[in-house]
């Protein structure tokens, strides 16, 4: 269990408590699978990282027009260790498997999830930028 509960919070980072939360809301036993069989067993095996893992799960689910799961699959590659150029790379073959439409979904849920995150940052930056400011005394 401890193996998978870190490789979920690996790819999850502070979401991960939250989202045990809603399968063992869903059952019981489906928190209990995620964590001991999927990221336990699957995710955790040796002889591929997870950084890899995380690219082949975004493959994956790049064609089949799920972007909820895209967008957790897309930042887990990334705090796995994948570049933005790998993940776009990734995204970008997408037609290759699955065709134009799905290449263009993907795109679109790549696209806008770069746009939030941008967004993000710069919403934070702004707010440290306020509180710096309101910190200082006057000259």
Same mark, same amino acid.
């Given at each position: 269990?401890?193996?998978? !509960?870190? *490789?979920? /919070?690996? &790819?999850?980072? =502070? &979401? @991960?408590?939250?989202?045990? !939360? =809603?399968?063992?809301?869903?059952?019981?036993?489906? $928190?209990?699978?995620?964590? $001991?069989?999927?990221?336990?067993? &699957?995710?955790?095996?040796?002889?591929?990282?997870?950084?890899?893992? /995380?690219?082949? %799960?975004?493959?994956?689910?790049?064609?089949? =027009? &799920?972007?909820?799961?895209?967008?957790?699959?897309?930042?887990?590659?990334?705090?796995?260790?994948?570049?933005? #150029? #790998?993940?776009?790379?990734?995204? #970008?073959? *997408?037609?290759?498997?699955?065709?134009? #439409?799905?290449? !263009?979904? +993907?795109? %679109?849920?790549?696209?806008?999830?770069? +746009?939030? /995150?941008?967004?993000?940052?710069?919403?934070?930056? @702004?707010?440290?930028? @306020? !509180?710096?400011?309101?910190?200082?005394?006057? +000259?």
């Amino acid at each position: 269990m401890q193996d998978g !509960a870190r *490789t979920l /919070e690996a &790819v999850y980072g =502070n &979401v @991960a408590p939250k989202l045990r !939360a =809603n399968f063992k809301n869903m059952h019981p036993l489906l $928190e209990l699978i995620m964590v $001991e069989h999927i990221y336990g067993r &699957v995710l955790s095996r040796p002889l591929v990282g997870l950084r890899m893992r /995380e690219l082949c %799960t975004l493959s994956i689910l790049a064609g089949q =027009n &799920v972007p909820l799961q895209m967008v957790s699959h897309l930042r887990g590659s990334m705090r796995c260790g994948a570049t933005r #150029e #790998e993940t776009d790379t990734v995204v #970008e073959q *997408t037609g290759l498997s699955w065709g134009d #439409e799905a290449l !263009a979904q +993907a795109r %679109t849920v790549r696209d806008d999830t770069w +746009a939030k /995150e941008k967004r993000d940052k710069e919403k934070k930056a @702004a707010a440290a930028a @306020a !509180a710096t400011s309101r910190r200082r005394p006057p +000259a």
